[in-house]
């Protein structure tokens, strides 16, 4: 695994669990992000780091969005995604 | 499981386990048990009942007993370039980092922490399993370092591809951070569970 992130569902950033989220230790500029959003910056975050990168594969959780589809593309970073048989690409 | 807290955070007291002094230089060369060397390559090579190659036989995976002679050998060398990770300002626990992927090594079945700790030293596998859970050390440096090889290896300039996915950890319940009932990733399974995004 060259890179990964905690996903905090939604419930965590809520003010009931503010003191919980301090005792951990989950960093006080954390904010609540989709699993595709940390993806994206994960991939993003690897290619700065110059680490090699032919092809990035997903599966139809990412591979459904047509933004994340959109920036990857702008990243110039060619992706293999899977994708819903009803989808229109 | 990774971990978002601080490098250097607190950690609660449980029951020392001395860095041994083999473990602590860098000039261990290969690996022992209680004083006793064990190659990979002498392992038992012996079939199983159904006829296929025993677990630890190499002809299972479809590999040569001189690819494995040296597998030991390079978990060491693995260890020892990632054990920093694994320290904070005030404690070294990088040795059950170790402890963690040696004792799985050599063994069948039972791979839980108490099986682990009384295999490699006789322990009841508590501060492993305390290790394990509260992850003392920087998952991002980590990855920093994991990153930094790959770019620094030319056979890996070429042809890699990345798999962006989730993994999912079962969780008893919902104290730790990031547990919830959630979509575990598999078949629609709902459960409580820790949810990793990850690039492997």
Redesign the interface.
Known sequence: ?????????E??FGAALAQ??SE????AE?RCET?LQ??LK??KR?KA???????????A??GRDSQLRAALAAEDVQYAAQVPADTWV | MLSDCAADAPMAPYPEWILEERLAGTGWHRLSEHGQERPASVEPAEASACGEPALHAPPRWGLSAEAVAHLGDHLLQFWLRFRGCFTTRTRDTSAHAYASLRAQLPMDTARNFAHMDRTLHGGDGQALQHFMSNSPGSGPAVFEQMQGEMTATPAWAHGSTLILDERADAQAGTHKAGASRQDKGRRGQVDVCRVDTCLP
Request: net charge neutral; proline share 8%; with cysteine.
């Open positions: 695994m060259v890179d990964g992130a905690l996903f905090l569902p419930e965590w919980r989220r951990l230790g989950i960093p954390r699993k940390l993806g994960m991939i690897v780091q110059g680490v090699p990168l032919d092809l990035v594969a997903c599966d959780l990412y």
